[in-house]
């Protein structure tokens, strides 16, 4: 586990109560891939109004994009070493190993967080996080003070982690002995089961109406009543995530899992993904353009990171989900990124369903980048 320390949000401008005697609320952000859990995080410390704020950003994949652009966000008061990053492996499949420690450090510290923030890997399952915190180094000295799921609502609405029930039950009279399982349906599931808060974000980017008829589908998914709120960006006020109050560790019978029968154990053997290593590319809208074509073609789910562009002395930050990619040129290389012919090299971390052709994928990205890179 990499030994960082927390995230000082702004200043000490409030005056919290001895450890001793008051447990550490944490918030959970999960969401399904690309549904904007981290932007939505950055807005929340960059509104923390002086509010010691610790976060732990988790990944799935061996390498930390989610991490590291939080890193280069600009925040005042946030510093490269200020991040805990446990990768390769959700929080929920870790929580032995790294997670209990990295909270026993954080409340161990002469100067505790007032509040915590734990943004998991997208293909996270949140309940086995939640009775983590049932563990005896940390359960009388933390709470979980709410889990709140943000939705990709474009995505959502486009049926894209859903079941079509009646299809299901066409599919399963003509074939009885087919085993229908949906494992992204089942994750997106989970993460709604778990909530407190449910986010519609982007949802400027549905049609005029849509936002309203979602959410009244979602709230049938749902377990039981929970506040759904809109959000374009996730910018939302802190004030409406932080303070929940829900204990969830206590609450975990109103919040059911498709995993519940084997006690939290999963693996995810649904889901694979792989990282890239790219040189510069002739252009931003070359790029764009190969990967939503490969996106497309490959059925893949998620793609992001950083790469070069031809004349660009800054790194071009891009952030998929299926075909929809945004992006932006965040921060000048650093010496760590070049090669050892001092060129900046690029990576992308590509996540999907188990089985990608990881060959064609890569060739397909060298195919389109120019032969000498600057």
């Known amino acids: 586990m990499n030994q960082h320390h927390s ?6 401008g409030h005056q919290p109560a001895p450890a001793a005697t008051r447990k550490i609320p944490v918030t959970v952000i999960t ?26 950003v988790n990944e799935f994949g061996s390498l930390g994009i989610d991490g590291e652009t939080l890193r280069a966000c600009g925040i005042a008061g946030c510093r490269d070493e200020d991040i805990v990053e446990l990768a390769n492996g959700c929080l929920c499949c870790t929580v032995a190993d790294d997670f209990v420690p990295t909270m026993q450090a954080l409340i161990d510290r002469d100067e505790p967080p007032e509040h915590i923030v734990i943004e998991t890997s997208g293909l996270a399952l949140p309940k086995p996080l939640l009775k983590a915190f049932s563990w005896p180094a940390i359960r009388s000295r933390l709470t979980v003070d709410g889990v709140v ?5 474009p995505a959502v609405s486009a049926g894209r982690f859903a079941d079509d029930p009646d299809a299901v039950a066409a599919q399963r009279a003509a074939d009885p002995s087919l085993d229908h399982d949906n494992p992204l349906a089942e994750v997106f599931e989970d993460q709604l089961g778990a909530a407190d808060l449910v986010v519609l974000n982007k949802s400027d980017l549905l049609e005029a109406g849509r936002a309203e008829s979602l959410a009244a589908e979602l709230a049938g998914m749902l377990p039981r009543a929970v506040k759904i709120v809109p959000a374009v960006d996730g910018r939302l006020d802190p004030a409406v995530l932080l303070g929940l109050g829900a204990a969830a560790e206590g609450d975990l019978a109103a919040r059911p899992s ?34 939503r074509d490969l996106a497309e073609e490959h059925d893949i ?6 790469v070069p562009v031809m004349g660009k002395t800054m790194r071009l930050a891009v952030q998929g989900v299926g075909a929809r990619f ?6 000048p290389w650093l010496a760590a990124d070049l090669d050892d012919a001092g060129q900046p090299r690029g990576h992308l971390v590509v996540i999907g369903r188990t089985g990608l ?16 890179a600057a």
């Open 326 to 331: 945004t992006h932006q040129f965040d921060r």
């Open 149 to 153: 799921t943000v939705v990709d609502a």
């Open 258 to 291: 498709h995993h519940d029968a084997v006690d939290g154990e999963h693996e995810h053997d649904d889901f694979e993904s792989f990282v890239l290593e790219t040189g510069a590319f002739d252009s931003t809208e070359q790029l764009l353009q190969r990967l």
């Open 357 to 372: 052709d990881r060959g064609a994928i890569t060739a397909a990205v060298e195919a389109r980048q120019p032969a000498t």
């Open 31 to 56: 969401g399904f891939l690309g549904a904007g859990k981290t932007t939505l995080l950055r807005h929340v410390l960059e509104n923390a109004g002086g509010r010691r704020i610790a976060v732990i």
């Open 7 to 12: 995230q000082a949000a702004g200043g000490s």
């Open 301 to 306: 789910l998620r793609i992001k990171g950083f």
